[in-house]
């Protein structure tokens, strides 16, 4: 038990078998009490919203609410090891995504047809994908933009490794194929078992990351827009978005979609909250663009799921609409620029400098903070952080008007994964070089998530590129959200394999290397 | 019954990609225009002085050099593809045009250019990948007429010379309907029971019009036509029952062999490579340009999954449904290539759809992309038919 950096044994915590560890992790006086004070808070989130009767009715009539009694445990897996700054912005990030998620489940509750029925309500609320970009509702803050996906496949899987295999099992009872990606599969489960609140004026889909996504849609949208009546708007966003050919289509799209929104809810498009949003989103832009730019030097701070998990909601799910949301960017990015001045490292030993590209396994994301204590990899960036940088028009003039639709229309095509899965080779095999070398890496932890088409299409080019940079290219393969295919010692085995043999290296924290967490939140 | 006289001909077609009439048009100085996806307009690559051939990889063998850069999780279509295109069997293609129909077979022709495994001393010869509509609406139109005309046409002209204009494209748009108008004549005789086609015999005569430069077909087509007329069918019909095959892309003639040989006869092929509605003439008014006639038409009778809008996704539905009653299927195969995510999906709601709202026996099955003789299949088939053969008992015995 010690207040320095990798002085402990983080292993050692497991229980065999077990879903908690042993004993919360004791990081010196200060660091201990404060991440008490936030585990307090996160408690006081919880209790807040199971005080509200529809709450706790939501929790039993929906089979994946029983995953959030895991939330408390999902923070401490992303806070192994970190002290001082490092500790500080793992919280300032998770506990605004806990809070916003809590949010989200008490407003679905209480639009929710079978829950709490406020049909006003409902009738404000815009329904929209879990992996959409919200680019669409910047315009309208009188309206809710709820996703039923968020809560109850992606979040759930963070919180709890198992949260999805029965809406996988159910989709594949229902006929479908085993070998397509497990997240739309999983969505589509929780419509065929009719597991979703039943709210909105409309809802709008999208094309968002693959095949599968945009097929799992027509499940969902089938239920939503045939049998519960919610008229559903499917917003086509470019595949190929790096080219001019396709911009005015993405453009006439977004101007569609506004009009669907306008039409069913009878709200108006605000330009002010438009460009407020836009404003905050190139606030957003900077501070990670600053954060990537440390990340470049010998002084890595905003990295990890420290990065990936914060850049996932920020950017997407956010898009600006929340104010609080600037306030935790800033907030990041003092912190971040406090440990790069003192110089201050977040593990005890840097060993490599690792570029993490692939679509990540969404039931290990802590996989990240793992690669550091255990092996001294520092995950300098991954591809789902590498998003758009575009700058927003944030003035309201008639020029910058039209040019936002034009800005929403890039930021729908970009959004998070889309914008590296779709657009041809050079958004994904190519500038993961051109990456490499930004950031001076020299190893690549790739993720290959086997049911992902378009990144296993590249499987071989990402291997012939290695070799001829002489970059270390380690594969890490497993199945998104299913670990009963790979679990999470299989996917740590392909990198302690790689470490042992080609690298011949021994681990920073040997107590890591093999854990026995298959049971654990 | 009496075999047709051209059977083997066309048959003969289908065993290399660089059959005798690709190479008799190139020898005449045309250009082949190579593609992937039935969401390439046809007639823009059949304009004059070019003609088009539809990728395939016929006797497909091991895979294994394109697995190790697809993986084994690509569907074997693309990874046959690549595999044959690393062996130089598509060498005699001038050019490749694709849409990103779905991922995989964008990777495949992305991995083909990678490896520059196509083109070789063709200094000439490009690749292009367009954008393609997901929604049949004014917007997908625009879309669709734009990249037609950036990634199809322009290059066309600039790289071979080939005239674009309007007239250019409607003299290949009468061509092109003149072989559906055939085709769609010839499966006119599906209807009939007994039949005096089987679905195997007319999978060969379609596929082989979407491998081979259309004009040199023509007359063959037109003899065959000529000859069903008259043809009589078996006094004792093989099959026991009529199905209708729906799914992904179909270029294996031995699987709808092995669904006949199983004792069900193949009345209507609405697949990617079949004739619904992939020969469905084109009708071209005076009013409006060429290029966008033929793009609202594509858009509007495309049946391939990716198209995301509702009416497009209950459309294909009740386009099954009327094509099985057209051709009085007693029942339907789902079909999908194995690992094709957007077909997984379109077959597990098509399947409970038709089954549930339109009453239909629905088979629901995966395959790979050369089938042969697989065992597992024919027994799927046979029990589908037994099945189809049992209600048709009861329902005879209910009715008295």
Not at chain 1, 79 to 88: A, I, K
Not at chain 1, 130 to 154: C, D, H, I, Q, W
Not at chain 1, 231 to 259: K, M, S, T, W
Not at chain 2, 296 to 304: E, K
């Amino acid at each position: 038990m010690a207040k320095e950096i990798g002085a402990d044994r983080l292993g050692d915590l497991y229980i065999d078998g077990g879903k908690v560890r042993k004993r919360r992790e004791w990081r010196g006086l200060v660091d201990t009490m404060y991440d008490y004070s936030r585990w307090l808070k996160i408690m006081t989130i919880l209790g807040k919203f199971v005080m509200k009767p529809r709450n706790v009715k939501a929790m039993f009539r929906y089979r994946w609410m029983a995953n959030y009694l895991a939330v408390p445990m999902m923070v401490d897996r992303h806070t192994q090891g970190l002290r001082g700054e490092y500790l500080r912005m793992c919280h300032v990030e998770q506990d605004l995504i806990i809070d916003d998620v809590a949010k989200l489940l008490d407003n679905l509750f209480r639009g929710d047809r079978r829950i709490g029925n406020d049909t006003e309500f409902s009738k404000k609320v815009v329904l929209v994908d879990e992996n959409e970009m919200t680019a669409v509702m910047m315009g309208f803050p009188m309206l809710k933009s709820l996703s039923r996906e968020t809560p109850s496949t992606y979040v759930s899987v963070l919180l709890n490794q198992h949260a999805a295999e029965h809406y996988i099992d159910v989709a594949q009872e229902f006929g479908l194929a085993g070998d397509v990606c497990p997240m739309p599969e999983a969505e589509a489960g929780v419509s065929i078992d009719d597991d979703a609140p039943v709210l909105g004026a409309c809802a709008i889909q999208c094309n968002t990351t693959c095949d599968g996504s945009l097929l799992g849609n027509g499940v969902i949208s089938k239920r939503l827009e045939l049998e519960d009546g919610i008229p559903v708007f499917q917003l086509a966003a470019p595949l190929r978005h790096r080219e001019d050919d396709v911009q005015e289509y993405a453009a006439q799209e977004i101007r569609n979609a506004i009009a669907f929104i306008e039409k069913h809810t009878g709200a108006k498009w605000d330009w002010t909250a438009y460009f407020d949003c836009a404003r905050r989103v190139n606030i957003a832009t900077r501070c990670r663009q600053e954060w990537l730019d440390m990340n470049r030097t010998d002084y890595p701070q905003v990295f990890g799921s420290n990065l990936a998990l914060y850049t996932e909601t920020n950017y997407m799910a956010i898009c600006g609409r929340i104010p609080a949301f600037e306030k935790a960017d800033r907030e990041l990015t003092r912190l971040a620029e406090k440990a790069y001045n003192a110089r201050k490292r977040a593990a005890k030993e840097y060993r490599h400098r690792a570029i993490i590209w692939g679509v990540q396994s969404h039931f290990y994301m802590d996989f990240l903070v793992w690669l550091l204590n255990c092996w001294g990899i520092v995950p300098l960036t991954d591809m789902l952080s590498m998003v758009s940088t575009r700058v927003l028009a944030e003035e309201d003039t008639p020029e910058n008007r039209e040019t936002a639709i034009y800005d929403m229309a890039w930021l729908t095509e970009n959004m998070i994964m889309r914008n590296r899965t779709h657009g041809g080779y050079k958004v994904l095999l190519d500038e993961l070089w051109e990456f490499c070398e930004m950031f001076n890496a020299d190893m690549v932890v790739l993720w290959e998530h086997m049911s992902c088409k378009a990144l296993t299409g590249m499987h071989g080019m990402f291997e012939e590129r290695a070799r001829e940079k002489g970059i270390h290219l380690v594969w890490v393969t497993h199945d998104l959200f299913d670990p009963r295919i790979i679990s999470r010692q299989g996917v740590r085995d392909q990198i302690n394999n790689y470490m042992r043999t080609v690298m011949r290296e021994e681990p920073l924290d040997p107590s890591l290397e093999i854990l026995h967490d298959e049971e654990s939140w | 019954m009496k075999d047709l006289k051209h059977l083997i001909f066309f048959e003969d077609l289908l065993q290399e990609a660089n059959n005798v009439l690709v190479q008799q048009a190139q020898q005449e100085g045309k250009v082949c225009v190579a593609y992937v996806c039935e969401n390439t307009p046809e007639p823009l690559l059949n304009l004059p002085g070019a003609f088009s051939a539809r990728l395939r990889a016929p006797r497909t063998g091991s895979m294994e050099v394109a697995t190790y850069y697809l993986t084994s999780f690509l569907c074997e279509y693309t990874r046959a593809l690549l595999e044959r295109a690393m062996e130089g069997g598509f060498n005699f293609a001038d050019c490749i045009i694709a849409p990103d129909g779905c991922s995989m077979m964008n990777r495949c022709v992305e991995n083909m250019e990678l490896l520059q495994a196509l083109g070789r001393d063709k200094p000439r010869f490009f690749h292009q990948y367009m954008e393609i509509p997901m929604k049949a609406d004014d917007n997908g139109l625009n879309l669709y007429t734009l990249q037609c005309t950036n990634h199809i046409l322009k290059p066309l002209q600039e790289h071979y010379g080939i005239d674009i204009s309007d007239e250019a494209i409607r003299r290949a748009v009468a061509e092109h309907n003149r072989v559906c108008e055939l085709i769609r004549a010839i499966g006119e005789f599906r209807k009939s029971d007994p039949a005096v086609i089987t679905g195997y015999e007319f999978h060969v005569i379609t596929l082989a019009t979407y491998v081979a430069p259309k004009y040199l077909l023509i007359d063959k087509l037109e003899e065959t036509l000529e000859e069903l007329k008259t043809r009589e069918p078996d006094k004792k019909s093989p099959f026991r029952a009529r199905v209708l095959v729906v799914g992904s892309e179909v270029d294996d003639t031995d699987f709808i062999k092995l669904i006949e040989d199983s004792g069900a006869y193949v009345c209507g092929d609405r697949y990617c490579c079949g004739s619904l509605p992939g020969r469905d003439p084109i009708v071209l008014t005076e009013d409006e340009d060429a290029l966008t006639q033929i793009c609202r038409q594509y858009m509007l009778r495309g049946q391939c999954p990716r198209y995301m809008n509702t009416d497009k996704m209950q459309g294909r539905r009740e386009y099954v449904n009327k094509l099985a009653r057209e051709y009085n299927a007693d029942g339907i195969i789902y079909e999908q290539m194995k690992f094709c995510d957007p077909w997984a999906y379109e077959k597990m709601l098509g399947a409970h759809v038709l089954r549930e709202d339109f009453g239909y026996p629905v088979l629901a099955v995966d395959r790979p992309y050369a089938i042969a003789s697989s065992g597992q299949m024919r027994t799927r088939v046979q029990a589908f038919v037994e099945s189809m053969e049992i209600k048709k008992i009861q329902k005879g015995e209910q009715h008295g």
